[in-house]
Structure formats: C-alpha cells, structure tokens
T-cell receptor, first 119, second 113 residues
Framework: GAVVSQHPSRVICKSGTSVKIECRSL??????MFWYRQFPKQSLMLMAT?????????EQGVEKDKFLINHASLTLSTLTVTSAHPEDSSFYIC???????????????FGPGTRLLVL | GENVEQHPSTLSVQEGDSAVIKCTYS??????FPWYKQELGKGPQLIID?????GEKKDQRIAVTLNKTAKHFSLHITETQPEDSAVYFC????????????FGEGTQLTVNP
C-alpha cells in the first residue's frame, strides 16, 4: 500500500522560532500533496495544496507567509511554520494524492501527523 | 463549494453489533467518496472508498453504500470489535478541484466489550 511519512512526529519550540515539517511519499510519486491542520475533537482543515514544481495554493484565511510550503520533488513536501506562536500549536497532517484509475480522481493517503507545541 | 454533513457525532455499540455512519453531500458533481479511520494521536487511515459509478462496495466487515440521487453515502461496520473504536471521517471529492477532499465532522465510534 501507499505509505506517507512525516517528520518529526512531535516538536516543541519557543515562541518566535520557525519549525519545518517534512512529508514524504515512500513508495509512490505524488504530484500533489495536501497540508491539513486539526484541532482537538475537530475535523481536518485543509491549509494548502502543494503541487510539485509550482507554488502552493492556500485556502482562504491561511497566511502563506506564515506557513511556507515547498514541494521540491515528487516525494517530498515541507511545511515551515515561521515565527511560531502558541496559537499555532496544533496537529499538522499531510496527505499525498495517488493518481487514480479514473482521470482526475485520486486517492489520498495521510501521514501520521506532527504534533506542534509552541511555548 | 461542497458541504458534507455526517451523523451521528458519537456512536456507542456493543461488541458484535453493527454500526452505521451516514453522510450527505451537497454537490452532485462529486464522484469520489472515501472513509477514513483516525485513532487518537494518529493520522487518518483510508479504510474504504467508493466512486460514483458503483452503488456499493464491501471489504470484509466494512461496506459503503452510495445513493447518488439522494446524495448520501453510508459506512457499515458489521461484527464490531473493540479495536474498531476510533473517529471515522467521511469525505467527498469534486474532481474539478483537483481531488480536494471535503470532510465531514467525524463520528466517534466506541465499541464496548
């Protein structure tokens, strides 16, 4: 099956610092990856869509200068939370799109998530 | 845009019973409907999905049904086990948005031994 990894699984940082989270597709090439944010007992909120070799598309209300996304290869996308503040503390999850049999429809596999705590 | 509603928000069943979770979607153009299981502190795990060209799909104890006319789809888990306890999310995908998933709010399933 398709495996997506994330690193780190958990990170604690001081307010004002930047944190980078990596998302990798281990056994397939992903032209599109997605970044989500999830608060406790809530659903997944899409932050941005990351396409290999091009700029990410951010959802309304998500600050692109604060959440920097780089999709430099077909197996790696990174999310950098810049100048993190306590309100950025959350569970960040990436997913990678697997090209489906039907044109334009792809299955998404999720990573294990990264727990960010900003002190 | 697409809107997905999921019910119930919590579901408690006895081990061995069946569990049913229902979702409705608003955009008739959506053509892909996955279900994810999320255990505490982990990422969502795809457990089954269905595309709009079929009405039902089954994988061992798990099945999904799709009613395109009514715009709703359901997850059925039979012979539930304590390890089925988790949060389950339905989602719908609108192809023209590049497989962007719209999620339901989730259902906390508890299977009591």
């Amino acid at each position: 099956g398709a495996v997506v990894s994330q690193h780190p699984s958990r990170v604690i940082c001081k307010s004002g610092t930047s944190v980078k989270i990596e998302c990798r597709s281990l056994d397939f090439q992903a032209t599109t990856m997605f970044w989500y944010r999830q608060f406790p007992k809530q659903s997944l909120m899409l932050m941005a869509t990351s396409n290999e070799g091009s700029k990410a598309t951010y959802e309304q209300g998500v600050e692109k200068d604060k959440f920097l996304i780089n999709h430099a290869s077909l197996t790696l996308s990174t999310l950098t939370v810049t100048s993190a503040h306590p309100e950025d503390s959350s569970f960040y999850i990436c997913s990678a799109r697997v090209p489906g049999v039907l044109a334009g429809v792809g299955t998404q596999y999720f990573g294990p998530g990264t727990r960010l705590l900003v002190l | 845009g697409e809107n997905v509603e999921q019910h119930p928000s919590t579901l408690s069943v006895q081990e061995g019973d069946s569990a049913v979770i229902k979702c409705t979607y608003s955009d008739s153009a959506s053509n892909y409907f996955p279900w994810y299981k999320q255990e505490l502190g982990k990422g969502p795990q795809l457990i089954i999905d269905i595309r709009s060209n079929v009405g039902e799909k089954k994988d061992q104890r798990i099945a999904v049904t799709l009613n395109k006319t009514a715009k709703h789809f359901s997850l059925h888990i039979t012979e539930t086990q304590p390890e089925d306890s988790a949060v389950y999310f339905c989602a719908a995908s609108l192809e023209t948005s590049g497989s962007r998933l719209t999620f339901g709010e989730g259902t906390q399933l508890t299977v009591n031994p």
